[in-house]
């Protein structure tokens, strides 16, 4: 009984991770809507309470969000202690304009290295792509498990809403970059906001087997995929899109769980004006 009491207490000292199969994470990826007193009663200041509420009851490994202003980004942290966030601003590659922030649990990761750079043929500098019309970025981390020993390479973008070229554009860069920066044994991630329903010629391009292996992670799901197809809403919980514009993609080594689009609402509001996705994985030889 002595030996059981002392191998108890020294688990419930553990971190919250460490509890956890080491094969198993989760991640989100959210556009939580930019901050525009237009919006009136779903300006931010009224959601972000049931966003960032949202978030940590999931607590996803990993969290991806799209258009995040500076305040926003605060207010972000502030309420998710729990979360580092990496990523820069698209105007000035500092702090003007919107994000697209990258966030990893601080009890499972470390941060090995993160940057950013621009959906544009000069990635490196702030600013346009093809016939985009914003400047749009990827933000990206290289995370190590260290109960895992495992590395992941995560990135995570917003696609410009105006150009099809530039979607177009966009993903081969993407997967471009995620081919010349993975390394040997590396599990990759791609997630965002990509205005490019599963038709579009973007989303082709982003599952092209022969641009090196990414999957969907709703199509490859082991249990049906739950809730609604789409995940744009414009903040009406009646509008049904018939498919997703919000995906989350992995490398060949993951294997995919559970998939859902979250339709939280509290009297008839939503925290956002697109419903956030949330996929379970398992990573490694036991999966």
Not at 270 to 275: G, V
Request: hydrophobic share 45%; net charge neutral; with cysteine.
């Amino acid at each position: 009984m002595r030996v059981l009491l002392i191998l108890l207490a020294g688990l419930l000292a553990l971190p919250a991770a460490a509890k956890e199969r080491a094969d198993r994470y989760s991640a989100m990826t959210y556009n939580i809507r930019l901050d525009l007193a237009s919006d009136g009663d779903n300006a931010w200041p009224h959601r972000r309470a049931a966003v960032t509420a949202l978030v940590a009851y999931y607590a996803p490994d990993l969290v991806g969000m799209q258009e995040v202003l500076l305040h926003q980004k605060q207010a972000v942290e502030a309420d998710l202690p729990g979360y580092a966030f990496v990523g820069v601003a698209r105007d000035d590659g500092k702090d003007q304009g919107e994000f697209s922030p990258l966030g990893y649990r601080r009890d499972r990761f470390a941060l090995l290295a993160s940057g950013t750079f621009w959906l544009s043929p000069t990635p490196g500098v702030p600013g346009k792509g093809w016939d985009a019309a914003y400047p749009r970025v990827a933000t990206w981390a290289r995370l190590l498990d260290p109960a895992a020993r495992r590395s992941l390479l995560v990135v995570n973008t917003h696609f410009d809403h105006v150009g099809t070229v530039a979607r177009l554009e966009s993903a081969r860069q993407i997967r471009r970059w995620i081919a010349a920066n993975r390394k040997r044994g590396e599990t990759a991630m791609l997630m965002g906001d990509f205005n490019s329903p599963t038709a579009s010629p973007a989303y082709a391009a982003i599952v092209d087997p022969g641009a090196g292996v990414l999957h969907d992670t709703l199509a490859i799901s082991r249990t049906p995929h739950f809730g609604p197809p789409g995940t744009f809403t414009a903040f009406k919980i009646a509008q049904a899109e018939p498919a997703p514009i919000d995906h989350i993609f992995v490398s060949n080594d993951a294997a995919v769980l559970r998939h859902a689009t979250l339709t939280q609402q509290a009297g008839g509001k939503l925290p956002s004006d697109h419903y956030p996705v949330l996929a379970d994985l398992c990573v490694g030889a036991g999966c």
